[in-house]
């Protein structure tokens, strides 16, 4: 059974920083694609970035670009730093994954999200 499992969400002032994890089981996690989407209240979910099987290839929405980076080590876990924060990235932040394709096309599987709030 695969389980993705996000951690270090929390509270921050703007301009602060930020780290969140998610660590994937039940899956070859090398051949997976993983990335990141957020959503706020009252919107849809949207993608923020997503890192390649490979870890050789990384995509960023526009909105993020510059501030957040995503990375991912070689055995179950993927990071997404996220700097300068702003209020407008207040969301659930959810971990994704896809097998060998990019998570923007339709994650095969969810994390239950966590929740990041930034104050102003």
């Known amino acids: 059974q695969v389980h993705l499992v996000e951690s270090g969400g929390g509270l921050v002032q703007a301009g602060g920083s930020l780290r969140l994890s998610c660590v994937a089981s039940?899956?070859?996690?090398?051949?997976?694609?993983m990335g990141w989407f957020r959503q706020s209240p009252g919107k849809e979910r949207e993608f923020v970035a997503d890192?390649?099987?490979?870890?050789?290839?990384t995509n960023y929405a526009d909105s993020v670009k510059g501030r957040f980076t995503i990375s991912r080590d070689n055995v179950k876990t993927v990071y997404l730093q996220m700097n300068t924060l702003k209020p407008e990235d207040t969301a659930v932040y959810y971990c994704?994954?896809?097998?060998?394709?990019?998570?923007?096309?339709?994650?095969?599987?969810w994390g239950g999200g966590t929740l990041v709030t930034v104050s102003e």
């Open positions: 039940g899956l070859t996690f090398s051949n997976y694609a």
């Open positions: 890192v390649s099987w490979s870890g050789g290839t």
């Open positions: 994704a994954a896809a097998w060998r394709r990019t998570v923007q096309t339709g994650p095969t599987f």
